[in-house]
């Protein structure tokens, strides 16, 4: 993944004028779908990205079923026309891993053992992509599951940080994810700290990992913040409609 371009200048100005620190816009929406039972639709940097939850609800086939709690079913899609090569249609190697690391993610803060014998299903749509998708998957999710009222110990977040020549940045765009030399996607549970998802492509030392992961960390807790805001805003539009 090494390369000679240059992403960061010495004065630590980024191509797209960030600062090594600085995230990419955010915007987020939530109940945007009305036949689901939460969604929300989310807007990072270039990526835009739809989620919709639907349960709990009974899991069929019944062999699927746990007694004890609920599963989690992620599915992460990413559209043909999302990226500059048309990809094709339908699962492949890397959907169907970001699925089983979001739906391990999400399950550890989904209030399972309430539901036994139940599924949530969380669709995660990626519509325009530009590096960060599973990130912004899994942070339009934890907004759609508290759309869905779903009970959850806190609300999922993500954001990943990196190295770029040799310098440790925080969300990569799709250049810095390209041609930087490592990538580190990083879930938590923005209350209590939990690593809900962490993983690395590239290499860091041990010194980059941990300037890195707490800058990761660092950036959950902002991007956190946006999410509280989207949802209050929902609900407190609700609120004024049934005040009316
Ligand atoms: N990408 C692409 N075609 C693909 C998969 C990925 O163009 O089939 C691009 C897309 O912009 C994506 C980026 O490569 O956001 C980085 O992909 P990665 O696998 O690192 O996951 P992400 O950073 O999106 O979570």
């Known amino acids: 993944m090494k390369s000679d371009i240059e992403l960061i200048t010495s004065e630590g100005k980024r191509l797209d004028g960030r600062g090594p620190e600085d995230i990419r816009k955010i915007k987020i929406e939530a109940g945007v779908l009305h036949r689901a039972d939460g969604s929300c639709y989310l807007e990072w940097g ?15 086939p019944r062999h699927t079923q746990n007694p004890l709690r609920a599963i989690v079913q992620a599915r992460y899609n990413m559209a043909a026309f999302s990226v500059e090569d048309r990809k094709r249609p339908g699962p492949d190697r890397r959907s169907v891993e970001i699925s089983k690391v979001i739906s391990e993610a999400l399950e550890k ?3 399972t053992e309430q539901f036994p014998r139940a ?11 530009e590096a960060g998708t599973r990130c912004a998957g899994l942070t339009a999710a934890g907004v759609a599951l508290i759309d869905a009222g779903i009970p959850m110990r806190d609300i999922p977040v993500a954001i990943a940080a990196g190295k770029i020549n040799g310098q440790v ?5 799709k250049e810095e994810d390209n ?6 996607p990083v ?6 700290g939990e690593v809900l998802l962490l993983q690395m492509d590239g290499h860091l030392t041990v010194d980059e990992f941990n300037q890195a992961f707490d800058l ?13 805001k989207a949802v209050m805003h929902k609900y407190q539009a609700i609120a004024a409609e049934v005040q009316e």
């Open 46 to 60: 270039g990526n835009k990205v739809l989620v919709a939850v639907y349960g709990p609800r009974e899991a069929v």
């Open 109 to 111: 803060v989904i209030l």
């Open 119 to 129: 599924t949530v299903n969380v669709n995660i749509e990626v519509l325009d992509a």
């Open 169 to 173: 940045v925080l969300d990569l765009g």
């Open 179 to 184: 041609f930087g030399d490592a990538d580190l």
């Open 187 to 192: 879930a938590i549970s923005p209350r209590t």
């Open 216 to 228: 990761a960390v660092k950036g959950c807790h902002a991007v956190s913040e946006i999410q509280k």
